[in-house]
């Protein structure tokens, strides 16, 4: 069963311009997580936000949290033609023993 | 740093077949997690273990069958394979009671002909 959806599905940048990606969750949850996928491979852990976190950064990425919206935002700055790929957003609901439910995922292409 | 480990990366199989997919968790992790991945969607979970029990249970046919062992290897058996079992299965591990960060390995290919 979706536990989110993703918006935008598809999203095509030039390099250096900024992506923002959202997703969207259904129940209360432990945490969120952001995953990138290169197509058809393995799934990189980007970031992690516990559901009393309000903003998280990383390098070029800043992830928030909004709780009362069960929504996320994933803000890749800078992009670049290598950070081209899928991006799921994933959660852990408080009621599911930590299994992670996912989004239907972002696809982002980054043009040179 | 070391990863998530997957065996093989790539099964081809014909239908009514069994196949095993192998895991080794990153080192001192304690839980283990499968999920199975179809063409253009997104991971469903299917199993996970904590301790060499399992924790949780998710979409997983009652032709699969799943253990974790005491080096903490997890192993993913499939039998009576049908054509829809193709598909991209992930294992992931996390340290139990620490906001379960998974981190996943690179995948199983499993190809069913």
């Known amino acids: 069963s979706q536990q989110g959806e993703e918006d935008p599905q598809a999203l095509s940048i030039q390099e250096g311009e900024n992506a923002t990606m959202n997703c969207s969750y259904k129940t209360s949850i432990n945490n969120l997580q952001w995953y990138r996928q290169n197509s058809g491979r393995g799934l990189v852990h980007l970031i992690l936000i516990r559901s009393n976190e309000r903003e998280k950064h990383s390098g070029r990425l800043r992830v928030t949290l909004d709780t009362s919206k069960k929504s996320s935002s994933l803000l890749i700055t800078a992009s670049r033609a290598a950070d081209t790929a899928s991006y799921f957003c994933?959660?852990?609901?408080?009621?599911?023993?930590?299994?992670?439910?996912f989004g239907e995922g972002t696809q982002l292409t980054v043009n040179p | 740093a070391a990863g998530v480990i997957q065996s093989p990366r790539h099964l081809i199989k014909e239908k009514r077949e069994t196949a095993t997919l192998k895991c080794y968790p990153i080192p001192r992790h304690d839980t283990v997690y499968w999920y199975q991945q179809g063409p253009g969607q997104d991971p469903q979970f299917l199993i996970s273990?904590?301790?060499?029990?399992?924790?949780d249970k998710g979409s997983i046919p009652d032709r699969f069958s799943a253990q974790q062992f005491s080096d903490y290897h997890s192993e993913l058996n499939m039998s009576s394979l049908e054509l829809g079992d193709s598909a991209l299965y992930f294992c992931?591990?996390?340290?139990?009671?620490?906001?379960?960060?998974?981190?996943f390995g690179p995948g199983t290919r499993l190809t069913v002909t």
């Open positions: 992931a591990s996390s340290l139990w009671n620490s906001d379960y960060e998974q981190y």
């Open positions: 994933a959660t852990d609901a408080d009621t599911s023993g930590s299994r992670l439910t």
């Open positions: 273990f904590y301790e060499k029990m399992q924790s």
